[in-house]
């Protein structure tokens, strides 16, 4: 009868209430999770454009030092100074090429292993493959990266840390070698 329809309808009516409040409810929960997606996305890139700005002022603060140095290992000093916090290096060394030989030009810190004038052995795998294929690489705490002028690499820019290196530190280590490596040329050549 009568009152059954009614009741049906109000029924129907909830029914179709609960069915939209659920779909509205998912709706904002999947706009919830676009929002927070958004926000660590932003966040992210906010953290990527802060290191940058670091990483620029260190770079910057690298070249403006290393204009002010008379020697290689002043050159070095001042760059492990500078490195020493965002990369925890404890020493450090510049080896040139000299003919078919790579010669310690410069080296500072306990670490290092090296001392200024000592030639680097053949045998050394890491520091031939950088001189070999211009490539830096990572070897645990030792990171080498290819000192160059126009294209031609002359030396390496070697690393000695407390801890292991990663990527970031090699993508940072290669930019400094880069800043540096004119400096490293000149000073080499008085």
Same mark, same amino acid.
């Given at each position: 009868?009568?009152?059954?329809?009614?009741?049906?309808?109000?029924?129907?009516?909830?029914?179709?209430?609960?069915?939209?409040?659920?779909?509205?409810?998912?709706?904002?929960?999947?706009?919830?999770?676009?929002?927070?997606?958004? =926000? @660590?996305?932003?966040?992210? #890139?906010?953290?990527? $454009? &802060?290191?940058?700005?670091?990483?620029? !002022?260190?770079? %910057?603060? *690298?070249?403006?030092?290393?204009?002010?140095?008379?020697?290689?290992?002043?050159?070095?000093?001042?760059?492990?100074?500078?490195?020493?916090?965002?990369?925890?290096?404890?020493?450090?060394?510049?080896?040139?090429?000299?003919?078919?030989?790579?010669?310690?030009?410069?080296?500072?810190?306990?670490?290092?292993?090296?001392?200024?004038?000592?030639?680097? =052995? @053949?045998?050394?795998?890491? #520091?031939?493959?950088? $001189? &070999?294929?211009?490539?830096?690489?990572? !070897?645990?705490? %030792?990171? *080498?990266?290819?000192?160059?002028?126009?294209?031609?690499?002359?030396?390496?820019?070697?690393?000695?840390?407390?801890?292991?290196?990663?990527?970031?530190?090699?993508?940072?280590?290669?930019?400094?070698?880069?800043?540096?490596?004119?400096?490293?040329?000149?000073?080499?050549?008085?």
């Amino acid at each position: 009868g009568q009152a059954d329809l009614r009741l049906a309808e109000a029924i129907g009516d909830m029914v179709g209430q609960a069915v939209e409040n659920a779909r509205l409810q998912e709706s904002e929960r999947d706009a919830q999770r676009t929002l927070e997606a958004e =926000r @660590r996305h932003l966040a992210s #890139l906010a953290a990527a $454009l &802060d290191r940058s700005l670091a990483e620029a !002022e260190l770079l %910057r603060v *690298i070249a403006v030092a290393a204009a002010g140095v008379d020697s290689l290992g002043a050159l070095l000093e001042v760059t492990l100074r500078h490195l020493g916090g965002p990369l925890e290096c404890g020493g450090g060394s510049i080896l040139l090429t000299a003919g078919d030989r790579l010669q310690v030009a410069a080296s500072s810190g306990q670490d290092s292993g090296r001392s200024t004038a000592q030639r680097a =052995r @053949r045998s050394d795998q890491p #520091l031939q493959r950088v $001189l &070999d294929l211009g490539e830096p690489v990572i !070897e645990g705490d %030792r990171l *080498i990266v290819p000192l160059r002028r126009r294209d031609q690499v002359f030396g390496v820019f070697e690393l000695i840390s407390s801890r292991a290196f990663d990527i970031p530190a090699l993508n940072l280590a290669r930019k400094v070698a880069d800043e540096i490596a004119g400096w490293v040329y000149i000073l080499a050549r008085a």
